[in-house]
């Protein structure tokens, strides 16, 4: 996309942090670019992991700004212009990369609470859930490298580089 846009002289800002962040990340975070650039160019090798986990419909864009309350507590999912079919810990992923600075609770707990959450639904998820979840993680690491690597290598890019260290011998 960034690429793109600066072969027809855009002067839209995200395209141009894009194309600053991702060289960005390589310096600031050497290891999680080794995991993570070649995947960016060429993500085959994980969907074709993700899609051995079980999928579902996703919505696609869980960002706070997404997100409402009904009266009688439950969450509401608000602007559905990417919905699909994926794996369930990709909506998670999105949520903890995109509100990261935001999140009511710790990652971890937003983790467990979501996992959590399916289990009382009947969902089990022994078997496929730690897979799964690593490989979203890395796959929105893959989506958003370039604007962790914007904030310099900070608890926030090393939480998201560990992840990517451990999904990557799930490719």
Sequence with gaps: MAAAEAEIASEHLVPQLVAQGWPLLEEVAP????????????????????????????????????????????????????????????????????????LPTSKEDAITGYRDALERHG????????????LCLLGALVQFGWEKALGGYDDELAWWEEWAVRAQPLL
């Excluded at 090798?45 to 009266?71: E, I, M, S, Y």
């Design 123 to 134: 969902v089990d998820t022994g078997g496929w859930w730690e897979r799964q979840l690593a």
């Design 31 to 102: 290891v999680a670019a080794r995991v993570v650039v070649p995947l960016v160019n060429d993500p085959g090798r994980l969907v074709d992991a993700l899609t051995r986990t079980p999928q579902t419909f996703v919505h696609g864009n869980w960002k706070l700004d997404n997100l409402g309350t009904d009266a009688r507590g439950r969450t509401v999912l608000l602007d559905w212009e990417l919905p699909g079919r994926g794996a369930a810990a990709s909506d998670l992923a999105w949520y903890l990369a995109i509100n990261c600075r935001r």
